[in-house]
């Protein structure tokens, strides 16, 4: 029975055995036929363009799908390795790739390390592309984040290897890649920020540009220079800790200053439409994640809603200095434009600055943070009051006014009596808009802000909202996309810049969805609120925006610099549109101090504003607005709560399409339409119910 048993036993064992060998046999010719599948594979792979370091254009089309432009970095120069600095070589290596000279292109061990990494932390923290990788991206491929163009990344860095040595291979990489400020390869990288040649880089500025690899506009030492220098000294880190420099090395490097040139040099002309591709960038790594390399390296084909014409005349203006103000012998009295098609939120012209300007310099078209002045009237305080039942004929009484110890002033420092809410807006009375929203409630200005697009935070609930008295403020795109509500019949459509992202072969990588808008206000009210604004620029502030033969509505904004005694400006916008076209100007200093302010009126931005416009706008239809239908009028309140008085008699008739006050308080608009309006108000400070006020 015992042998039986054992005879069973061992004939069990050799059949495991024959199973485990076969098993063992076929995962080795599998493993085999892998390998020479993927040798295969790699040696179908093309890398001849190597030979050539830049990286393939990048086209962009405009809103009628016609090729505008092409981003290729045709002024990168190449140098040889033996003019790259060995102390060069080590940073980028050490923050890039630390086994760049010990794999063949792919890194397993720098994969498995980084999976632990990203599974240890919940999510991806770490990446595993080696120099290798980068390079094949760069120059062959297309930018899609996928697991085929992944794939095909290995099998052309693994091409690369056994075509190139290691010295050719990060030649050809620091030749091609891009370090921000206009500067394709290391050649004039070291130029522009260094004014150097690459063979003299010093170990710190080969650590600064090493470090800038990685977000080239969020590293630039010339915009974010802490940050720069903070990456820098990671890169040195990182040399000491590989063994590439000495304690002491690293202890002189890190305290060494930047050593970056005193002014960057102006590459704007390096490339066509300089702010709008900035922002189209800039768009495409917010809402599609691709990072600016991979925008300008790709190939990629990207659709977009630029206007080439609108966009030419917008650079054409702000060529013209005698269109601006005269500015100071140090500093440059700077701009911000944004022209956005409200039918549909699509960016069709968009200007962030004036004189020379580096390619992805401060785009103040979208960057810029200001307190937008009286420009946030209709928004935070008109537009909540007709939503309530208030009409523009109804009145209310310019006053003196303390809220516990918050008291608005007009410009000027005049008062006017009883005046229509048509009056206030288009004159730009400060004290009425703040009684009104205190009357209404803070929170309804700063729930109808929010329907705008226009975001705040706690510390703006407060009167000072009326006046536009934000603590962070708001970039012209922000004020041209809230303004769209009023010409598109009270709906808001994102402002966008890209409608679609394709590969060379037509791979989709990013497709805008289809926004069917957000629902701000009634049509009723937006109609309302434009009829208002046509007369803010017939017969108010913001005269100087009058268009040729052309309807057109818009609010003029200022902000004091505190210390002129209402003399000195700090910002001038101007906000206005047509049916098919919004448009934000902004005016100011970027550093704004004693000596650097503005004493111009908001009749200087509406002035720019109406160059634009009508350039812009020289070979479009003429459209006119919807007709504003009647408002019913707001529930009766005793006069106390009105703030009426019983004269009346001084109280304006019917409106005249909507435009009350048109009949026996003419003498007195006449009388108040001085260029005293447009000047700025007492700014208050931002202590308990206070906001610091924007007027006209």
């Known amino acids: 029975m015992r042998s039986e048993m054992h005879h069973k036993k061992s004939k069990k064992r050799v059949v495991w055995k024959k199973a485990a060998l076969a098993v063992i046999a076929a995962g080795i010719l599998l493993a085999v036929a892998c390998v020479i599948i993927f040798n295969m594979l790699v ?12 990286p393939a254009a990048t086209i962009i089309y405009d809103q009628n799908k016609e090729e505008a432009l092409r981003i290729s970095p045709k002024k990168s120069e190449a140098v040889s390795y033996d003019s790259l600095p060995e102390q060069l070589i080590e940073a980028v290596v050490a923050v ?7 794999h063949s292109g792919m890194d397993l061990q720098g994969i498995g390390r980084a999976l632990m990494t990203n599974l240890t932390n919940g999510k991806t923290v770490q990446g595993a592309s080696t120099i290798t990788q980068q390079l094949a991206k760069n120059v062959f491929l297309s930018q899609e984040r996928t697991w085929t163009r992944k794939w095909k990344e290995l099998l052309l860095a693994e091409k690369i290897e ?31 920020y260094f004014g150097t040649s690459v063979d003299k880089l010093t170990l710190p500025q080969s650590a600064l540009l090493a470090g800038i690899i990685k977000a080239p506009s969020a590293l630039t030492p010339y915009s974010h220079p802490d940050e720069a220098k903070a990456r820098r000294n990671v890169v040195l880190q990182l040399m000491k800790n590989q063994g590439k420099i000495e304690q002491a090395t690293y202890e002189k490097a890190i305290n060494e200053p930047l050593q970056i040139q005193s002014s960057k040099p102006s590459s704007s002309n390096a490339i066509k439409y300089p702010y709008f591709v900035d922002q189209m960038i800039r768009e495409a790594g917010e809402k599609y994640g691709l990072t600016e390399n991979e925008v300008l390296h790709g190939g990629l084909r990207i659709y977009t809603t630029l206007d080439t014409k609108m966009q030419e005349a917008a650079e054409n203006v702000y060529s013209q200095d005698s269109l601006f103000p005269a500015s100071s012998s140090d500093q440059l009295i700077q701009s911000g434009a944004v022209m956005v098609d409200p039918r549909d939120g699509g960016i069709r012209a968009l200007i962030g600055g004036r004189g020379e300007q580096p390619f992805r310099g401060f785009n103040r078209a979208v960057q810029l943070k200001r307190q937008p002045g009286s420009t946030m009237k209709p928004i935070s305080v008109y537009t909540p009051a007709l939503e309530r039942g208030y009409s523009p004929e ?15 002033k007009n410009a000027g420092g005049s008062y006017h009596g009883e005046v229509s809410l048509y009056e206030a807006l288009v004159h730009s009375y400060n004290v009425p808009a703040v009684k009104l929203l205190n009357e209404m409630g803070i929170e309804a200005g700063m729930e109808s802000s929010d329907r705008f697009g226009i975001e705040l935070t706690d510390a703006d609930r407060t009167l000072g909202l009326a006046l536009g008295g934000l ?16 010409a598109n019949d009270g709906t808001r459509i994102p402002a966008h810049s890209i409608t679609r992202i394709e590969t060379a072969e037509g791979e989709v990588v990013a497709d805008a969805e289809v926004v069917n808008g957000i629902k701000v206000t009634e049509p009723a009210i937006a109609r309302t609120m434009t009829s208002m604004m046509e007369g803010v620029i017939s017969e108010g502030t ?57 004493t111009t009126t908001s009749k200087a931005a509406a002035a720019v504003f109406q160059k634009l416009m009508n350039e812009a706008l020289q070979d479009e239809k003429v459209l006119a607005f919807p007709k504003a239908p009647g408002i019913p009028a707001k529930p009766k309140k005793d ?50 119910g206070k906001g610091r006020e924007g007027d006209d």
């Open 639 to 688: 006069d106390k709560d009105k703030g009426k008085t019983e004269d009346k008699d001084t109280k304006p008739g019917p409106p005249e399409k909507n435009k009350p006050g048109k009949q026996d308080k003419e003498d007195k608009k006449n009388k108040h339409k001085s260029d005293d309006n447009d000047k700025k108000g007492n700014d208050k400070g931002r202590g308990k």
């Open 96 to 102: 890039e790739d630390k086994r760049y000279f010990e």
């Open 43 to 54: 040696s179908r792979q093309d890398v001849s363009l190597l030979a050539e370091p830049l």
């Open 162 to 192: 056994k075509n190139y040595d290691k010295q050719q291979i990060i030649t050809y990489y620091l030749n091609q890649i891009y370090f921000g400020e206009g500067a394709w390869g290391i050649k004039k990288a070291a130029e522009i």
């Open 394 to 408: 109804d009145t209310i009484v310019d006053e003196p006014v303390n809220f516990g110890g918050y008291q608005p």
């Open 542 to 598: 913001g005269d100087a925006a009058q268009l040729t033969d052309r309807p057109v509505a818009g609010k003029t904004g200022t902000t004091e610099m505190p210390g002129t005694g209402g003399a000195g400006m700090k910002d001038n916008w101007f906000v206005g549109y047509t049916p098919q076209l919004v448009g934000a100007v902004w005016l100011g200093y970027d550093h704004t101090d004693a000596s650097h302010y503005l």
């Open 471 to 486: 603590q962070e403020g708001v970039s012209p795109l922000d004020m041209a996309e809230a303004f769209s509500v009023f």
